[in-house]
């Protein structure tokens, strides 16, 4: 029972620190005016992967070097749930409340791509007020919550694979 509470322990904690590191991340690209840089977007995965490898030594450490992959599994998923949350709730206040003029800045970029993918100018409004009735704060933070977890889930397994240790050979 001591090691489901140690478990359940290290992915809280873990997962409000990487929930934090990736708003703060976030905050550092809305104020740098960085936010839809997709190439510094993907770092959010490398934070996201940092905290997940982390969360798992430092569990495989209070279990004498010693976790299953499916402790490790479990430990990355609610990891990256936990920060998806996180994430996910900060997205909304920005979205909603921060900078709703982010919105039409997502609607203008969408309407730069598909124009210079030489769409006629009908349907790229076609295009744009479709997207419009998707895109919104609620939206992006729900977006954000399975995105994230799934691809923590993702990035779990394969950590998992690779950190998992089930004897101990000292």
């Known amino acids: 029972m001591d090691e489901n509470r140690t478990i359940w322990k290290n992915a809280i ?30 770092l959010n ?18 279990e004498n070097g010693i976790i299953s ?15 998806a949350i996180i994430l996910g709730i900060f997205m909304y206040f920005l979205y909603a409340f921060i900078d709703p003029d982010l919105i039409q800045k997502i609607s203008d970029l969408q309407e730069q791509e598909l124009l210079a993918q030489g769409l006629p100018d009908e349907q790229v409004e076609n295009a744009i007020e479709m997207s ?17 977890t799934f691809i923590g889930t993702i990035i779990s397994l394969i ?10 050979f000292n």
């Open 13 to 42: 904690n873990y997962g409000a620190i990487t929930g934090l590191s990736l708003v703060v991340f976030t905050i550092i690209l809305y104020v740098t005016n960085l936010t839809f840089n997709k190439s510094l977007g993907f």
């Open 45 to 62: 995965y490398g934070i996201l992967i940092l905290f997940i490898v982390i969360a798992t030594k430092k569990q495989r450490e209070s």
């Open 69 to 83: 992959f499916g402790k490790a599994f479990g430990l990355g998923v609610i990891v990256s749930l936990i920060s």
């Open 132 to 148: 419009k009735k998707f895109v919104g704060p609620t939206i992006i933070s729900i977006g954000t919550v399975f995105g994230f």
């Open 159 to 168: 950590t998992s694979a690779i950190l998992k240790k089930t004897e101990n």
